[in-house]
């Protein structure tokens, strides 16, 4: 029994209980259906939610940024938390008129840069 269900049923039983208590013969029943409506509805929010956590890509490690075949990846009009997800944490974020450029330090000196709205516009090496 998972815990969604074992919580139903003990709110399903308290629930019973209050009605009977107040003596009204047809409030167990009601209150019953909506409960189990209401589980029914969480349940598979929470398959939902589980499933979409299992499709997406596992997080990028600190230092994925250095692997060339990672920034193939990229697509114009990614989010930065997508780029994030891909890159990894960037060892400099600064802030201009209009973007915001993501630098990840090395010999590589790569940066990304973002429009206004968080968006991926731009991507490659920094010049030196």
């Known amino acids: 029994m998972t815990w969604a269900r074992a919580l139903g049923v003990v709110v399903l039983v308290w629930s019973c209980g209050a009605a009977a208590a107040e ?3 047809d409030a167990c029943a009601e209150r019953s259906a909506l ?9 598979m929010r929470l398959q939902n939610l589980e499933h979409e956590l299992a499709s997406r890509p596992p997080a990028a490690s600190r230092d ?3 692997d060339p075949a990672v920034w193939r990846t990229l697509r114009t009009g990614m989010s930065q938390s997508d780029v994030l997800r891909i890159l990894g944490p960037p060892g400099r974020v600064t802030t201009y008129y209009g973007f915001e450029r993501w630098e990840y330090p090395d010999a590589l000196g790569q940066r990304v840069d973002f429009d206004e709205r968080g968006r991926l516009i731009v991507w490659g090496a920094l010049a030196r």
């Open 35 to 43: 409960l189990e409506r209401r589980l029914e509805a969480l349940q």
């Open 64 to 66: 994925a940024w250095r």
């Open 23 to 25: 003596s009204a013969p």
